[in-house]
């Protein structure tokens, strides 16, 4: 039999495919964000059932087994890359490596806890002091000053302020999907507009267990990515007026766990004129004191969303559903958007 690195390059290739954890068979449908009720799992990207399925391993070992087996598989191990504690190691080889950064396809970012700077490589602190600076100067520009304490504490990054999602995410500038928990405060500080041309799918949730963030916490990245098509949220309180058909690439959006009134609704139809599918979970008072009524759904959507096809309504565990959405006008609802080809899934419990 001939060695494995005899066979043609095409099939060695689409051997380590399968065990890419982007272009192989998904460890996790949907690979999404979700609360458990007591904490945030984040993305299931990075627990046991992808690690210790061993095809990260796999791939490790195969980038030490000849010239051409490193060079294979070290592009399909740095396809994804996923962090949770120790996210500063990462940001170090990508400094060090632009050429893997170029390789990676999808992120996962998840981290809350605050890492001192003597426990970083020095190039990682030196690269984040200087990207402060810019956005530092950029705030001052706009009249506005960057608040140091969202991003330090003494000497130690605010791990529980987005600081490593800032650092990373720049460096990946080929990047196509994004996982990531967003902590209190802005997000995604470091990032130039138009420079994330290839992110198109994004898994977006609030790090708490209470409350959420607003869509305006996230203009930053809309800024970066231009070409985003899906989101996918947990645990969203609100959209700010934005101007009419801003975010026109998004076709899929998905709000789970959210608390999103009447003008909410209003808002994210307009941004987003080509919407063709929008799934809505109710999370209740624990995320937000907004709540649009079927009412409100029904007007916004015929004003504002020519392109949706598929709307998806979920009461959640909220108790007193029926405060908001009434069992009356469900048909009357369903018949609207039915005439105007739209199918509506509605998921609650009348008492």
């Known amino acids: 039999m001939a060695p494995f690195s005899a066979l043609p390059v095409e099939l060695v290739d689409g051997i380590l495919k399968e065990l890419c954890l982007f272009c192989g068979p ?3 449908a949907g690979c999404y964000l979700e609360g458990d009720g007591d904490s945030l799992r984040g993305c299931r990207c990075l627990e046991d059932d992808c690690r210790s399925s061993g095809r990260v391993a796999t791939l490790a070992s195969l980038c030490l087994t000849s010239r051409q087996l490193n060079s294979l598989a070290t592009r399909h191990l740095y396809h994804y890359l996923g962090c949770e504690k120790k996210w500063y190691l990462l940001a170090a080889t990508l400094l060090a490596r632009p050429d893997l950064a170029q390789l990676v396809m999808e992120l996962s970012v998840f981290s809350s806890s605050p890492v001192s700077y003597s426990d970083c490589p020095p190039e990682v602190v030196a690269y984040f002091k200087d990207q402060f600076q810019i956005f530092s100067a950029a705030m001052s ?15 130690k990054f605010s791990g529980s302020y987005n600081v490593p999602l800032d650092i990373l995410l720049p460096l990946c500038p080929n990047l196509e999907r994004l996982n990531t928990a967003l902590w209190y405060f802005d997000a995604f500080r470091f990032l130039c507009p138009q420079s994330l041309p290839r992110l198109q799918r994004v898994s977006l949730s609030h790090g708490d267990t209470e409350l959420g963030f607003r869509f305006g916490k996230i203009t930053p990245l809309f800024r970066a990515a231009p070409n985003i098509t899906d989101v996918y949220c947990w645990s969203v309180n609100g959209c700010e007026h934005a101007e009419p058909g801003w975010l026109a690439k998004i076709t899929s959006l998905d709000c789970e766990y959210s608390a999103l009134g009447g003008g909410d609704l209003i808002n994210i139809f307009a941004a987003c004129p080509n919407l063709e599918t929008l799934k809505y979970e109710m999370g209740g008072f624990a995320v937000g004191d907004d709540q649009f009524t079927l009412r409100e759904v029904r007007d916004s959507v015929l004003a504002h969303a020519p392109k949706l096809k598929y709307l998806h309504l979920d009461a959640g565990e909220v108790c007193d559903v029926e405060e908001y959405w009434e069992e009356d006008e469900v048909e009357g609802l369903r018949h609207t958007l039915a005439e105007r080809g739209i199918h509506l899934d509605l998921q609650m419990r009348f008492d």
């Open 26 to 28: 998904r460890h996790y």
């Open 141 to 155: 520009k706009a009249g506005e000053t960057a608040n140091s304490a969202l991003f330090e504490d003494g000497d």
